[in-house]
């Protein structure tokens, strides 16, 4: 396939550029006027159109007009869920908080008892038209988290789900085990009790059948202390899941340190960031992931996006998609939220949901920006004036064409 006459073609960066920080996440690599050649499931050229060589024999996309740029990765997704919460958003409307919500037996514990009376074929029916719907938005990668089943068994349910979605629909899948999202009431007087039947039991099945890559626990005020998510975090790296965790969106948890100390790959939400952990985050490998959409949809204060990167930081956006906190799945989104509320500029908003979202999900050699030899998973842009356009005119669908492993999988344009 070629794409031809490409208005702007945006993400150029070299495959040996892994993530991007701090002033470097303001360079979005460009060439206007370009051409893109794809072979397979692969990019394999680009350039100027000038420089176009023979065109024979391909199957020619005319992008007059377009911008093309790097699939999205969303690094953080719960989006493996049994029906929805809005009658308890009415309550927050009328001012519980989403804590309150929760110790009322709302939250994560009314999502988890939907799930155990839902068949996994009903789970897989349920959760497949949010992956259609997110890859029509122009997601190419995703992150899918356990931790709405908080047993043993619901928690393989839901890992086998993300197992069956990986292996039907062309979306790049990663899965996260969250057996560590919230207590079940049975263990409310004994919450430690919890914690052993994860490390004992949960992680050493979930890594014996292979159904996770990653291992998350939500460190938190009125969660998971940094105690328990040590403890849960070094049983999962025993078991060769890397952590990726949540931390900081109700307080400061200490979840960024324990995250940095097992080398965590992300540390996610981080609405509460202040200069301990920008200081320990920038000596760590660890990408400091924002979930606008969360903060945005909860009321909460955002997390210091701008402070962050100009202290030395690289930052990943994601959208979280889930029942209670973030029911939304669209990245082009959380572009929009990551400049209207986060203060990020353009460039800064398409690298956190390109490659630096990539690097957070441990796909960034294979995807994440526009270059030969990754996959070309990509979308063009319906005719807008200029990539500036895209986080800026919110509410829009801006995504005409969407390219997945080489294939046109939306056509819209
Ligand atoms: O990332 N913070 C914890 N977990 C989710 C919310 C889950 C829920 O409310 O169902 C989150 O915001
Ligand atoms: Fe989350």
């Known amino acids: 396939m070629l794409i031809v006459n490409i208005a702007q073609l945006v993400g150029l960066h070299g495959a040996e550029v892994h993530k991007v920080a701090a002033a470097a996440m303001k360079e979005l690599p460009l060439l206007e006027n370009a051409y893109l050649r794809i072979e397979g ?17 391909d199957e020619v996309v005319d992008a007059t007009g377009c911008v093309v740029m790097p699939a999205f990765c969303d690094p953080h997704t719960h989006l493996v869920y049994a029906g929805s919460r809005e009658k308890e958003y009415r309550d927050k409307v009328m001012g519980l908080s989403y804590e309150e919500i929760a ?10 008892r939907r799930l155990h009376e839902t068949s996994e074929e009903e789970l897989y029916e349920q959760s497949l038209p949010r992956i259609e719907e997110i890859l029509s938005f122009g997601t190419g990668a995703v992150e899918i988290k356990s931790g709405y089943g908080l047993s043993t ?3 393989l349910k839901m890992l086998r789900v993300i197992r069956r979605l990986r ?48 291992i998350d626990v ?23 899941l890397r952590p990726k965790i949540h931390a900081n969106e109700l307080d400061y948890s200490g979840g960024v340190q324990v995250g940095v100390k097992y080398d ?16 320990l985050l920038k000596e760590s490998d660890t990408m400091p992931t924002l979930l606008p959409g969360a903060s945005f949809f909860l009321g909460l204060d955002d997390p210091p996006a701008r402070k962050m990167i100009d202290a030395g930081l690289p930052v990943a956006l994601a959208t979280d998609f889930n029942p209670g906190s973030s029911p939304a799945g669209d990245m082009q989104l959380m572009m929009s939220l990551g400049m209207i509320r986060l203060r990020m500029l353009p ?33 063009i842009t319906r005719p807008v004036p200029g990539y500036e356009y895209l986080p800026y005119a919110y509410g829009s669908d801006h995504a005409g064409k969407v390219i997945i492993n080489g294939k ?6």
């Open 347 to 379: 460039e800064e908003a398409i690298n956190a949901a390109t490659l630096n979202a990539a690097y957070a999900m441990g796909v960034e050699e294979e995807m994440g920006s526009i270059t030969p030899g990754k996959k070309a998973n990509l979308i």
């Open 153 to 155: 068994e619901d928690e």
């Open 41 to 57: 499931e692969r990019i394999v050229d680009l350039g100027r159109m000038q420089d176009l060589p023979g065109t024979g024999g």
């Open 103 to 112: 110790r009322r037996g709302g939250g994560i514990l009314n999502s988890a």
């Open 218 to 240: 939500f460190c938190d005020r009125g969660f998971f202390t940094p105690e328990q998510t040590d403890r849960i975090l070094m049983a999962g790296v025993k078991h060769g």
């Open 264 to 279: 965590a790959l992300s540390v996610d939400h981080l609405e509460f960031t202040g200069d301990e952990e920008i200081a």
């Open 408 to 413: 046109i999988i939306k056509d819209k344009c």
């Open 167 to 214: 292996e039907s629909t062309p979306l790049t899948i990663r899965a996260t085990f969250l057996g560590a999202h919230a207590f079940p009431a049975e263990y409310r007087n004994d919450p430690d009790a919890y914690v052993d039947l994860i490390i004992q039991e949960m992680i050493p099945l979930v890594a014996g059948e292979g159904l996770a890559d990653f």
